[in-house]
Structures are given as structure tokens and as C-alpha cells.
């Protein structure tokens, strides 16, 4: 808990926790109210306030994930925090996926008539949402443990390389076989004044949300294993007393008085 | 991690010696043959009886039916593959022969690629009796088919060694695989295609794409089996 506590100290999770929560009540404001609907679009242009903060936070959690797991697996700067953080940012990741994928499929009913395109951004997100899922479903089964750490950080790492091939190919089907129709130029809204500003802080938003939830996270992961390590010692102290116990020795553990009895 | 136990053996050897191994099991045991190929023959069927035969859609999509079932099959194929190395201590003694992890990954995923070229080979044949396919292009068809099956039989092996001694690993191995190899479907869909409407032409560029990919989950089990397999993990 000491190392957890020095990494990631508990002013330091207040201070995030609140400036999110600010920052949020700022964009719902901004997004809401202040900002003026979008001129072909309308209101379900607002969308986009949410969606695009979303999908760069997926990407960003993704992204640390496999920086922190390249971290794990890189002997100098091995240490358990680095896994502990890798399986929190891939969780905040993998909701942050979802919530884009469902945000934009919101979006695009309005906007394309469709809920989903099969587009080449999309595509890829949507792989990327089941890549990272997988990986953290092996994590759930790889339990605690070096070898456990080692293999999710490789299974991290593989998804994360993955990525810039899955988006290749699907780029190169989609444009070989139809011109982007989806994201027709005349769709977007030029970005300008306040809509420009509640983005920004959108982004500013849940960036600080993220990194709000990721230390919590990380913290619960340490006092996880906190926890698991103590309930060991104990279980190894009580096992160890009851074998070891002299037979005139006043009996203390759980087992007490069950001492191999003296010659 | 650790340099070679064994005397000197090279690494192409030790992966044959391995790949051997696993074929003569299968040739043995016939799970691949007796198991895993009528279960894609019975995908085709199904197929047919999903997307109705007299619509002449079935031709027209065959390629993507055809890998769409070697990927359920190659699942099925690499579960097989780790299950073998997990049986009554085979793992220490490999260990004890001073196999490295790297060859042995070399070797699994070698007897896997030529167990599913077996079955490519049957299910193609079936495909072009029971979908009407007129086969063309036979050389991009192999030049695709290669890479594609090294590549799906790498990362089925990879992700199978990761997830090996965990209890859920049948159920966990199509989640991680699929999405993964996704390309491949894609590349090896789009090529087979291109060669069958007669514009081979077109197919290279996917093939290239195929190479690249197979090469990539190659390395990548080659540096993880080598890095986790002394101590279990792989």
C-alpha cells in the first residue's frame, strides 16, 4: 500500500476527482446551453461533444496500456505497478470504446439515416473495442502473479501492434471498393468560437475523468493484491504454529492444542 | 531467455523434431482428420442451407465462407495443439530434452499450418462440388493461402500459449483470436476473390499484406514463447 500511496498520493485523487467533476458540469453547460446548434445538423451535432473526447481517450488508454506493459516486460524498469496500471487503463479503455461506438451510433441515425456505416474508422474501433476485451478476459483468468503479468502484458502489446494492421486493410477494402461516402466533407461542421471551445473542454473533461478513474482503479488493484497477500501470510503463520507448536507451549494459533504432542 | 541446454541443436531442427512429433500424433490420434475436418464440411452444408443454394449467392461469397471456416476450424486445431503439450508432464520433458521455446513455437505452428493446408485442400474441394466455383488462379490462390494459414496458425498458437494452463482456455480462444486475425480473413477473402473473378492482377498486393502479417505474429511467438517458457508460461 506504501508504494501505491507514494505513486499515486490521496490529495493528489481528490484534486483529479474534483477538477473532472468541474470540468463536466463546464461541458454540460458549454454543450447544452452555451453552445449554439450546429446549421445542418441541428442538436444531435451535441453529440460530438461527447463522442470525440470518448474515442480519444480510448485510443489514449489503449495507448498507455501498451506503453506500460512494454514497461513490465522491459527487465530495467520491471515492477507490478506497471501491470497494475496497464489492466486499469485497458478497463477505462474498453468503456471509453464502448461509449464512442454507442455515442456515434447515436450520432449517425440522425445525421446518416443508419445506425452503423460500415466505414473504415469504424470498422477498426470496433475491433479494437473486441481486442481489448479479449485481453481483458485473459486477464481474469491469468489471476495474480509474475508469469500471469507477463503473459497479459504480452497479450497487450500483440492486440495493441495489431491495430495499425487492422486499420490498413480495412482502409484499403473499404476505398478500393467504394469512395468515402460517409464522411462526406460537406457533413462537417466547420469548427469555429464556442463550439471549438466546449470540445476543448470536453476533451480537457474527460481526460481528467479518466485520469480520476484510472487512480482509483490502480489503487483498488494494489489494495487487491494488498489484501491477497496478507490473507497468504496469515493462512502460512497459521499453518506453520500449528505444526511447529512445542507441546508445552501455551496453545495461541487457530488451530491451537492440535501440536504433535512430546516424546 | 536462457541460452540453449541442448547440445547445440539448431533451432530449424529442434521445430522439426517438434512439428514431427504433433503429426505423428495426429496421424495417431485423427482429430484433425476424424473430428475437426467434418466439422468444417458440416460449416459448408450449413451454409447452404443459411444462405439457399438456387440464390447463386453461394459462389459469389465463397471465398469468405471458405476462410471464415478454416479460422472456426484452426480454433479448434490449435486448442487441440496446446492440449497435446499440456498431457501428463510433457512440458517437463521437453524441459528435460533442453527444447527451447522458441522451437517448439516454430514447430507447433509449422504442424498446424500443414494440418489445415490438409483441410483447405478438402474444404476447397468440396466448395467448388457443392458451390458451383469455377477455380482459377491457381498460383495467387496458394500464394495467398500460405502466408494466410502460417499467420492464423501463429497467432492461434501464441494466443493458446498464453492462455494454457488457465481453466477457460477453450471458451477464451476464440475471443482473442478472432478479432486478432481479422486481416487475415480480410486479405485472404479479398485475394481469393480477385483470383476467382480472373483479376489476379489485383490479388498481389493483399498477398503482400498476408506476408507481412504472418511474419509479424511469427516473430511475436517467437520472442514470447522464448521469453516465457522456462518458467511455465508458455
Redesign the interface.
Known amino acids: 500500500m506504501t508504494a501505491t500511496e507514494r505513486l499515486y498520493p490521496r490529495p493528489l485523487a481528490r484534486l483529479l476527482a474534483v477538477a473532472a467533476a468541474g470540468a463536466l458540469g463546464a461541458l454540460v453547460v458549454l454543450g447544452l446551453v452555451v453552445a449554439p446548434p450546429d446549421a445542418v445538423q441541428g442538436d444531435a451535432q451535441r453529440i460530438m461533444y461527447l463522442h470525440v473526447p470518448t474515442a480519444w481517450l480510448a485510443y489514449l488508454a489503449f495507448g498507455i496500456t501498451a506503453l506500460a506493459s512494454a514497461l513490465y516486460l522491459w527487465p530495467r524498469t520491471r515492477a507490478a505497478a506497471w501491470d497494475r496500471l496497464a489492466g486499469a487503463s485497458a478497463e477505462l479503455g474498453v468503456l471509453f470504446c464502448g461509449l464512442t461506438l454507442a455515442l456515434g451510433s447515436l450520432w449517425g441515425r440522425p445525421i446518416w439515416g443508419v445506425w452503423w456505416a460500415w466505414d473504415a474508422r469504424l470498422i477498426t474501433t470496433a475491433v479494437l473495442f473486441f481486442l481489448f476485451c479479449g485481453y481483458l478476459a485473459l486477464r481474469r483468468v491469468l489471476g495474480r502473479g509474475e508469469v500471469a503479468a507477463r503473459r497479459a502484458a504480452i497479450a497487450a502489446l500483440v492486440a495493441f501492434a495489431d491495430v495499425p494492421v487492422v486499420h490498413f486493410s480495412v482502409e484499403w477494402w473499404r476505398t478500393l471498393h467504394q469512395r468515402a461516402t460517409v464522411f462526406n466533407p460537406e457533413l462537417d461542421p466547420q469548427i469555429e468560437g464556442t463550439m471549438a471551445l466546449t470540445l476543448w473542454v470536453g476533451v480537457l473533461a474527460f481526460t481528467l475523468l479518466y485520469l480520476a478513474l484510472l487512480g482509483l482503479r490502480y489503487r483498488i488493484a494494489g489494495a487487491d493484491e494488498h489484501r491477497a497477500a496478507q490473507a497468504l501470510e496469515a493462512a502460512i503463520t497459521a499453518r506453520r504454529r500449528s505444526a511447529e507448536l512445542p507441546a508445552d507451549a501455551v496453545p495461541t494459533g487457530p488451530l491451537g492444542g492440535a501440536g504433535v504432542p512430546a516424546p | 531467455m536462457s541460452g540453449p541446454v541442448n547440445a547445440g541443436l539448431p533451432l530449424w531442427r529442434e521445430a522439426a523434431l517438434v512439428a514431427a512429433k504433433d503429426l505423428r500424433i495426429e496421424t495417431r490420434a485423427r482429430v484433425t482428420s476424424g473430428q475437426v475436418l467434418p466439422f468444417a464440411l458440416v460449416v459448408v452444408l450449413l451454409f447452404a442451407f443459411a444462405l439457399d443454394p438456387d440464390r447463386g449467392l453461394l459462389g459469389r461469397v465463397a471465398p469468405g465462407l471458405f476462410w471464415v471456416t478454416v479460422l472456426l476450424a484452426a480454433l479448434l486445431a490449435v486448442g487441440r495443439s496446446v492440449a497435446v503439450e499440456q498431457a501428463a508432464g510433457v512440458r517437463d520433458q521437453a524441459l528435460l530434452a533442453g527444447l527451447d521455446g522458441t522451437g517448439v513455437f516454430l514447430g507447433k505452428v509449422a504442424a498446424v499450418t500443414v494440418e489445415l493446408a490438409v483441410l483447405e485442400v478438402v474444404l476447397g474441394a468440396t466448395m467448388v462440388v457443392l458451390y458451383d466455383v469455377q477455380v482459377t488462379g491457381g498460383a495467387v490462390l496458394a500464394a495467398a493461402a500460405l502466408p494466410a494459414t502460417a499467420g492464423i496458425a501463429a497467432t492461434g498458437t501464441?494466443?493458446a500459449g498464453?492462455?494454457s494452463g488457465?481453466?477457460?482456455?477453450d471458451t477464451?480462444l476464440p475471443?482473442?483470436v478472432?478479432?486478432?486475425t481479422?486481416?487475415v480473413l480480410?486479405?485472404a477473402t479479398?485475394a481469393f476473390e480477385d483470383a476467382l473473378d480472373g483479376a489476379a492482377g489485383d490479388a498481389w498486393?493483399w498477398v503482400a499484406?498476408l506476408w507481412?502479417?504472418a511474419l509479424?505474429a511469427v516473430a511475436?511467438g517467437m520472442l514470447?514463447f522464448g521469453?516465457?517458457w522456462e518458467?511455465?508460461?508458455a
Not at chain 2, 166 to 169: D, E, H, K, P
Open positions: 501464441l494466443y498464453l492462455a488457465t481453466r477457460m482456455r477464451l475471443l482473442l478472432l478479432p486478432v481479422s486481416p480480410l486479405g479479398r498486393g499484406l507481412v502479417f509479424f511475436a514470447a521469453a516465457l518458467d511455465g508460461g
